[in-house]
């Protein structure tokens, strides 16, 4: 079992910055690949970055690519999401999620583990 807890969200203007962090307790994640998601009203969940235990594999959806940056610090149990040049169409509720496996996964139904979201809203 690991309890995650998103924090960092709020409201933005375009083109504004923005850092989440998930802090995971209950268990270490050291060992596990970690993600991100998000959920804007009305939409699909959907993937936007994922990393490895180490940190040495990250992947991106190529609607952020470039422009978010997906990082953890094991040590202190926490991954992040920085994410630049934000656009209104990254509103969204974003979600931390993992499966505690080695494994990277890139859909929603292939993680077990969710925190409860942070709001990210982006004004034009």
């Known amino acids: 079992q690991v309890q995650l ?6 409201l933005v203007q375009a083109g504004g910055s923005l850092r989440l962090s998930c802090a995971a307790s209950g268990r270490s994640i050291s060992s596990y690949a970690m993600g991100w998601f998000r959920q804007a009203p009305g939409k699909e969940r959907e993937f ?4 490895s235990w180490s940190g040495g594999n990250i992947y991106y959806a190529d609607s ?9 610090d094991n ?3 926490t991954v992040f999401l920085q994410m630049n040049s934000l656009k209104p169409e990254d509103t969204a509720v974003y979600y931390c999620a993992t499966d ?3 494994n990277l996964g890139y859909h929603d139904y292939e993680h077990k583990y969710w925190g409860q979201g942070t709001q990210v809203t982006v004004s034009s």
Do not use: D, P, Q
Not at 5 to 10: A, L
Not at 64 to 72: D, M, Y
């Open 5 to 10: 807890v998103e924090s960092g969200g709020g």
């Open 48 to 51: 936007v970055a994922a990393i």
């Open 75 to 77: 040590a202190k149990n």
């Open 100 to 102: 505690l496996r080695v």
């Open 64 to 72: 952020v690519k470039g422009r978010f940056t997906i990082s953890r």
